[in-house]
């Protein structure tokens, strides 16, 4: 008996990077799902790959510098 399937949308971790031909929003213009998801909330700031959705070192180096900026505003 088959008990449970999981389909993962990001195999080993890796940040979704925004594809033309599927993410018409990011064509437009328009904000991204991760541009909404790293808006500070309080003190609290996101700050990895993910939050910029390229999976490498330099984006996530980019976003905690991004993060602690955000942090100095408030």
């Known amino acids: 008996d088959i008990l449970e399937i999981t389909v993962n949308r990001w195999p080993h971790g890796y940040a979704y990077e ?16 991760c541009q909404v998801a790293r808006k500070p909330f309080g ?3 996101i700050a990895n ?3 910029d959705a390229y ?3 330099d984006c ?7 993060a602690v900026q955000d942090l100095k505003k408030k």
Do not use: M, V
């Not at 996530?60 to 991004?66: E, L, M, T, V, Y």
């Open 43 to 45: 003190r609290i700031a």
């Open 18 to 33: 925004y594809n033309s031909l599927y993410d018409q929003f990011w064509l437009d213009g328009g904000e991204t799902p």
């Open 49 to 51: 790959a993910d939050a």
């Open 55 to 57: 999976a490498n070192t």
């Open 60 to 66: 996530a180096i980019d976003q905690g510098h991004r």
